[in-house]
């Protein structure tokens, strides 16, 4: 990797810290400035982060390939969980989907 991307635990990770590339990219992508994103996390310094950004821009096609699986692994997860408990995720929803209006938020 690189000073600025670190691999461990089966992630990549922006440098020491805990943020992944991912959740950084993923930001990024939806237009926020790498400043915005120093303010959302104060602990990854600044030139980490541009740093990050310019190691994925490098490594677009693997890295993109990379949280796909990540992506699919992910899902395949979540919907193993939800056959396995399958009344703790409906209870859940219907106590969401109640708590919406008094919340003031709208159903996706």
Do not use: C
């Not at 930001?27 to 310019?54: C, K, M, N």
């Not at 096609?61 to 990540?70: H, M, S, V």
């Amino acid at each position: 990797m690189t000073a600025y991307v670190e691999s461990r635990e089966g992630n990549l990770y922006v440098g020491q810290s805990r943020v992944t590339l991912q959740t950084l990219i993923e930001a990024w992508q939806s237009g926020r400035t790498p400043e915005q994103l120093h303010d959302s996390f104060p602990t990854v310094p600044l030139v980490a982060i541009y740093g990050a950004i310019t190691h994925y821009l490098e490594h677009k096609n693997e890295a993109d390939a990379f949280f796909r699986e990540g992506d699919e692994i992910d899902a395949l997860r979540q919907a193993s969980d939800e056959s396995a408990h399958k009344e703790f995720y409906t209870d859940m929803r219907e106590r969401f989907e109640q708590a919406r209006p008094r919340l003031g938020i709208q159903a996706s």
